[in-house]
């Protein structure tokens, strides 16, 4: 099986591989346990590995991920368009999922200068409900 993760907007593009993705989970949970969230919750969890040394796109990615993640809700940047596809062994797409708000609640990594890898932990939802005033 393989992972593309696509994240669009906010003047930038990232791409998330399986080369650095080492888990994803999704969960819908019920509006319900959210108060002030109309609708169902959709949420999406990576954790992942970057190789520093490797350069190229794998660095720049996970300074976009942070760039994304630390973007204030304020900011028009914060929201993005995301597109997770899940392919099988033979190629086929298994499954596909589409965030059209997404928007980040919660971000950690950690860098090891010895190893030159970077780990991070990124959780994403999708912006469905309004806020109560």
Do not use: W
């Not at 999406?44 to 976009?64: A, P, Q, R, Y």
């Amino acid at each position: 099986m393989s992972i593309i993760v696509n994240i669009e907007g906010g003047d930038s593009a990232i791409t998330l591989t399986d080369r650095s993705i080492i888990k994803s989970e999704y969960s819908i949970s019920s509006g319900e346990q959210i108060p002030y969230m109309e609708e169902s919750v959709d949420t999406l969890t990576l954790t992942g590995e970057i190789d520093l040394h490797s350069g190229g796109m794998e660095t720049v990615n996970i300074s976009k991920l942070a760039e994304f993640a630390f973007c204030t809700s304020e900011s028009e940047k914060c929201y993005r368009q995301l597109d997770m596809k899940v392919y099988d062994s033979v190629g086929d797409n298994i499954q596909h999922l589409h965030f059209e708000n997404a928007f980040v609640i919660e971000y950690q990594d950690n860098f090891y200068t010895t190893k030159g890898r970077a780990v991070y932990k990124i959780v994403i939802r999708d912006c469905k409900g309004t806020h109560e005033s």
